[in-house]
């Protein structure tokens, strides 16, 4: 008893030739470095639309598995008081397709406002392609953010 005519069989070997490799591989993670490199971001706007921020992360390799060197500056502009420039290293790390950054402050480059308090910058974010991250600004404040690759590519 046939099940299958000829022209079925290699229609059948043909759909598993082109997609075969592509569905093996897709219950696997994203190669790890498609988010080393540089990225710009920024977020929409917080506190009743008076503040956004932007800024910039390089992530960079480490030697665990799923981390990931991390530094960002992050400008923040508020109506309210202005400008604040903020120097943070970071630790990054990846489970699957979501990236966690937890940041620690090392400079305040610039602060309009006396004796502001600024409270580290952290991120949740989900990797969209090699070109963009999206997630939240998880801080003093939560907001949607939005990550971008650099011009410079991966390094």
Not at 49 to 62: A, D, E, I, N, W
Not at 65 to 92: D, I
Not at 128 to 139: D, P
Request: with cysteine; hydrophobic share 35%; proline share 5%.
């Amino acid at each position: 008893m046939r099940i299958f005519g000829g022209r079925t069989l290699a229609a059948l070997a043909l759909a598993w030739t082109i997609a075969g490799p592509a569905l093996a591989n897709s219950g696997k993670d994203k190669d790890p470095s498609d988010v080393l490199g540089s990225w710009s971001f920024q977020t929409s706007p917080y506190r009743s639309g008076q503040c956004v921020m932007s800024g910039t992360m390089r992530l960079s390799p480490h030697p665990d598995e799923g981390r990931y060197g991390c530094e960002l500056t992050a400008v923040e502009m508020c109506s309210m008081w202005g400008r604040s420039v903020v120097r943070q290293s970071c630790e990054a790390r990846r489970f699957g397709d979501q990236v966690s950054i937890r940041s620690t402050i090392e400079e305040m480059l610039e602060s309009k406002l006396e004796g502001l308090v600024y409270v580290p910058d952290n991120f949740t974010l989900t990797i969209q392609s090699q070109e963009r991250m999206f997630g939240a600004l998880v801080s003093a404040v939560t907001a949607p953010v939005e990550f971008r690759r650099a011009n410079d590519g991966i390094s």
